[in-house]
């Protein structure tokens, strides 16, 4: 499955989003998969 993701960087910080799952506490960088007809830029 192709997926796409990207690094945001603003202000000298970098985007993340924080998940937690199982009791664990988690950060993932932004992204999903690429739809029919997508491009992954």
Do not use: D, K, T
């Not at 997926?3 to 960088?29: C, D, K, M, T």
């Amino acid at each position: 499955m192709p997926r796409a993701g990207v690094i945001l960087v603003a202000n000298g910080f970098v985007a993340a989003i924080e998940r937690v799952r199982s009791g664990s506490r988690y950060h993932v960088l932004p992204g999903g998969q690429i739809e029919p007809g997508e491009e992954p830029a």
